[in-house]
T-cell receptor
Framework: QKEVEQDPGPLSVPEGAIVSLNCTYS??????FMWYRQYSRKGPELLMYTYSSGNKEDGRFTAQVDKSSKYISLFIRDSQPSDSATYLC???????????????FGTGTLLAVQP | ETGVTQTPRHLVMGMTNKKSLKCEQHLGHNAMYWYKQSAKKPLELMFV???????ENNSVPSRFSPECPNSSHLFLHLHTLQPEDSALYLC??????????FGPGTRLTVL
């Protein structure tokens, strides 16, 4: 079983739709949960960073963490064509006494928002 | 320059060549990372440096050799690579165990 599972898609939605992206994980030691957006031929860009169960909102983006179910989600409201990208979930544990951390990524979900 | 920069952005090399990838961070971070991103696979952590000391080596073949001369610079030295090493190589940095910020990557093709 992979430590992090993510549906690779592709997911195609019309402009203005609400998008829901999800990941499940198996390692209870994960402490921090992130969503990255990666445009084609670019590096991943950090979108959301959370460490506790519950919701975190930033503009059109909401990150949700359910540690009891080992499940995280990213919601995108009023989706735009510019949101078309690959969305990567990532989980981390601190290593080396907390001096740094180790990220485990999902495979990424390719999202296409149609105008 | 701001954020995390990587050079070169594209690299084509033969299996007998030796080349180096360079990463520089302008964020005042003290930890740096190398990741490999292959098609249809999750990002794979290769190496972690904290305060210029290597703290993680994720079972990477010895044909990949990292170097971290100071907290702002990270290199990945490549020699006798295989075609299956063709991938996007990403550098990231963080302030201790906080969120990681990525560079744009080097697209490597091994012929």
């Amino acid at each position: 079983q992979k430590e992090v599972e993510q549906d690779p898609g592709p997911l195609s939605v019309p402009e203005g739709a609400i998008v829901s992206l999800n990941c499940t994980y198996s390692n209870s030691a994960f402490q921090y949960f992130m969503w990255y957006r990666q445009y084609s031929r670019k590096g991943p860009e950090l979108l959301m960073y959370t460490y506790s169960s519950g919701n975190k909102e930033d503009g059109r983006f909401t990150a949700q963490v359910d540690k009891s179910s080992k499940y995280i989600s990213l919601f995108i409201r009023d989706s735009q064509p510019s949101d078309s990208a690959t969305y990567l979930c990532a989980m981390s544990v601190n290593i080396y006494g907390g001096a740094t951390n180790k990220l485990i990524f999902g495979t990424g979900t390719l999202l296409a928002v149609q105008p | 320059e701001t954020g995390v920069t990587q050079t070169p952005r594209h690299l084509v090399m033969g299996m007998t060549n030796k080349k180096s990838l360079k990463c520089e961070q302008h964020l005042g971070h003290n930890a740096m990372y190398w990741y490999k991103q292959s098609a249809k696979k999750p990002l794979e952590l290769m190496f972690v440096y904290s305060l210029e000391e290597r703290v993680e080596n994720n079972s990477v073949p010895s044909r990949f050799s990292p170097e971290c001369p100071n907290s702002s610079h990270l290199f990945l030295h490549l020699h006798t690579l295989q075609p299956e090493d063709s991938a996007l190589y990403l550098c990231a940095s963080s302030l201790q165990g906080s969120e990681q910020f990525f560079g744009p990557g080097t697209r490597l093709t091994v012929l």
